[in-house]
């Protein structure tokens, strides 16, 4: 049978040598500089030049980055900061660890990214900041956040975690923020043999705290001139992301080239109301393009544990990501006060993510599509594929197609 699997084990096969290499280069080099180093440097100018952000300040971790930049700007206790209710534990953490309340929103169903709406509805005379942050596959709407924060004098910390490669209206991923952070952790787009994060900003001040922060809040010199962290990024690490990054276009390419085979092959299912496939983008309807990129390939489907049964068992991995939206959380509920998050709760029970790494071949692509359709019971589109590489016939028992 063949293997599908969802995060690919092989990930870092090709650059073990290399690896090595630098950890050698690295401990035996004359500067004994494990971290803050050359590497970080060259790191840090890289994404300067490609991002055009004026400042970019290398972390331990995308979610010391939310940290650093929302201490950078002042976020702290008696504060609120308006974050999505669909996401990951940072999101809120990062705030809550600052004495800050997070303040939930819900999301667009569609896009999983926070409706703009709930967002503005969300103000109160206490929020500080928003935290939009881009979810999987869809940048969320900066230009219409970019207004709400406007209008009522807020800061915006963008989380662009998993982003990073993605622009909006011709602006990176993270550069629409006051502060925008990319995270570098092996399974992002932008990943490294372990953690390390970034953030980004225009802000002379806000860049020159986070360089402070990130490093116990002062400098060798001067001695400590703010409270700060040990949130140093990691040479080792810092190498191994300089040499993995040159091929991110080419990676998210084929992301989105497999993107699109999902969407084709699965366009009857939708059609037929059993599954909700990833928008192509927010109402944008002029470019639908401009603001997507592929990082993880969700669909909605209210027999998702099932559909995971079923392709577990041919093989094909799958990933259920956040089944408890961050107000349901015991860490986040007090937070909450209660309040319900439908569309949140309804992505967290429904989605289910398909194998999408730039690894796998079409006909990984057509075998999964094939046994979600299977499960379905829907004929294949992929019948006619040369090169899918088996052919597939209606099941007397079940009505539907089985591969033979
Ligand atoms: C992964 C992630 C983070 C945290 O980044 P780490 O590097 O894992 O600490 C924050 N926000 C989002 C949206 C993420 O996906």
Known sequence: MRSVPFFPPALFERDREAA???????????????TLGEAVCALEAG?????????????????????LALDALGVGPGDEVIVPAFGCQPIAGAVAGLGAVPVFADIDQRTMVIDPAAAAAAVTAATAAIMPVHMFSVMADMPELTALAHRHGLKIVEDAAVA??????GIAAGRWGDAGVLSFSPFKPLGTCGEGGMVLTADDEIARKCRLLRNHGGTAGAGAELTGYSSRMDELLARFLMRTRTSLADRLERKAEIAGAYSKALAPLEAAGLVSLPAAGPA???????????????????RRDELSEHLAARGVGTH????????????????????????????????LAL???PGMSDQDVAYVTGAICEFFEIPLLTRERKDCPW??????????????
């Open 391 to 404: 052919t597939w016939t209606v099941s007397a028992r079940s009505g539907g197609t089985t591969p033979t």
């Open 355 to 357: 194998p999408a790494h």
């Open 164 to 169: 990073a490669g993605a622009a909006l209206g």
């Open 20 to 34: 090595l290499a630098f950890l050698w280069e690295i401990g035996t080099g004359a500067a004994q500089e494990f």
């Open 320 to 351: 259920v990501y956040y089944p408890v939206p961050l107000p349901a959380q015991a860490a986040f509920a007090r937070y909450a006060g209660g309040a319900r998050f439908p569309r949140a709760e309804t992505v967290g029970r429904t989605n």
């Open 47 to 67: 994404i300067h030049r490609e991002t055009g952000a004026p400042h970019a300040i290398a972390c331990a971790s995308g979610s010391a980055a939310l940290t």
């Open 284 to 302: 944008r309807p002029a470019d639908p393009a401009d603001g997507t990129w592929c990082h993880v390939y969700a669909v909605l489907t209210r």
